[in-house]
């Protein structure tokens, strides 16, 4: 059978899991926020006034502190937010690979060490060049990441998109009081 037993394959497959699911699941959260704000402020009358006054001090907030972006800045901002993350998340790949890199040299290291001593100062080498390369990536990564979030809070706030969610948000919870 190709699964191993031990707990460290379990924890790479469960490790490389996570990593996989981490963006789509993150998007799929982003989206589902604010309908399950709205659902859980329409329980009752109180609540769903209170949300109501939220989304409208937040949409007055928006409209009068920040200036609206186009359509096309707007889709140009998602198209590159979403290519940060590709790359962080590619850089995040090339990052274990090199991980991976190293323990191979060292495995390697370990066989040869007492056929030739040249070959195992080269493995040593590119173990060390490895793990020093890995340390760079998790550090642009982490300011890729800075990046696409200030990226991220920037459009929300002058998206019109963002405006115009707000707006039916409210529309629809004050149809919502209005029946209640």
């Keep these: 059978m190709w699964l191993r037993h031990d707990f460290g394959w379990w924890g790479f497959v469960f490790g490389l899991t996570a990593l996989i699911l981490a963006v789509p699941l ?3 959260a982003n989206l589902l926020t604010p309908p399950l704000r709205n659902w859980w402020a329409e329980r009752s009358v109180e609540s769903t006034r209170s949300r109501l006054i939220k ?6 907030e928006y409209e009068t502190k920040f200036a609206q972006i186009s359509e096309a800045e707007d889709w140009t901002l998602r198209g590159v937010e979403f290519l940060m993350i590709v790359a962080a998340f590619l850089l995040l790949l090339g990052a274990v ?3 991976m890199i190293k323990n191979v040299a060292q495995m390697l ?3 040869l060490t007492n056929s030739s001593h040249l070959l195992a100062s080269e493995t040593n080498q590119l173990g060390a060049q490895a793990v020093v390369v890995f340390f760079a990536a998790i550090g642009v990564e982490v300011t890729i990441f800075v990046l696409q979030s200030r990226m991220s809070k920037f459009r929300e706030k002058h998206s019109p998109s963002t405006r115009k969610d707000f707006r039916s948000s409210i529309e629809r919870l004050r149809k919502r009081l209005e029946t209640k």
Excluded at 55 to 60: G, S, V
Aim: no cysteine.
């Design 55 to 60: 989304l409208e001090t937040q949409l007055t």
């Design 109 to 111: 290291n370990a066989s």
């Design 26 to 28: 993150a998007i799929t």
């Design 97 to 99: 690979t090199l991980l």
